[in-house]
């Protein structure tokens, strides 16, 4: 167990849905981290928050937006759903923002996009 | 913009084989590079990382990675695989002046037989 948490495991919903995947970091880690993981593109980050500010975009659609509240959880939106965004979507944590800090990985939210 | 290939899509081995996954990065500045795990319906685990120092850097599980410069390579071995081994095997870089966002291969998947 990494201490990562991802809720819900998994999602369907139909093209122009809008879904939010919650992710709870490791214990006393002060950054969280979007990855999405699909076939064809394999792990592409998507945003980085640091103790509630965004530190680093990837990747990441006009579409989707992420938020890092007081308590740490952060929350991944994405709207207007397209076929294409079906995929496993990854969280993170790690304790700071420096490039030795390992990152935690949760266990993924699989969206199935109808 | 850091870019981290995977030649090796599906390998293929039997028990008490010898194993080496490929790993090339392409980044002008210094790094730090991982290699990340995934089991079967499991997050990602940190295998083993490399941030400075000697370039031979041994992991759990009996892995162990060689970071070659000159070749801008950090090749993932293991001298005997165990069918526990199946998995998908990332290899991951970020820059050390950057945000701690990794960058990673596209994988590759490892099937051991028995």
């Known amino acids: 167990d990494s201490g990562v948490t991802q809720t819900p495991k998994h999602l369907i919903t139909a093209t122009g849905q809008r879904v939010t995947l919650r992710c709870s970091p490791r214990?006393?880690?002060?950054?969280v981290y979007w990855y999405q993981q699909s076939l064809d593109q394999g792990l592409q980050f998507l945003i980085q928050y640091y103790n509630g500010e965004e530190r680093a975009k990837g990747n990441i659609l006009e579409r989707f937006s992420a938020q890092q509240f007081p308590d740490l959880h952060s929350e991944l939106n994405l709207s207007s759903l397209e076929l294409g965004d079906s995929a496993l979507y990854f969280c993170?944590?790690?304790?700071?923002?420096?490039?030795?800090?390992?990152?935690?990985f949760g266990n993924g939210t699989r969206l199935t996009v109808t | 913009a850091q870019s981290v290939s995977q030649h090796n899509h599906h390998v293929i081995l039997s028990e008490a084989a010898s194993l080496e996954l490929g790993c090339n990065y392409s980044?002008?500045?210094?790094?730090?590079l991982f290699w990340y795990v995934q089991y079967p319906g499991q997050h990602l685990q940190l295998l083993l990382k490399?941030?400075?120092?000697?370039?031979l850097v041994k992991g759990i599980k009996g892995f162990e990675a060689e970071f070659i410069k000159s070749k801008f390579s950090f090749n993932l071995r293991k001298p005997s695989v165990q069918w526990s081994d199946t998995a998908e095997y990332f290899c991951?870089?970020?820059?050390?002046?950057?945000?701690?966002?990794?960058?990673f291969g596209t994988g590759t998947r490892l099937t051991v037989i028995p």
């Open positions: 980044y002008g500045g210094t790094v730090n």
């Open positions: 214990s006393g880690d002060l950054s």
């Open positions: 991951a870089v970020n820059a050390l002046s950057g945000a701690n966002n990794l960058f």
């Open positions: 490399y941030f400075s120092g000697d370039p």
């Open positions: 993170a944590s790690s304790d700071g923002t420096g490039s030795n800090s390992p990152l935690h």
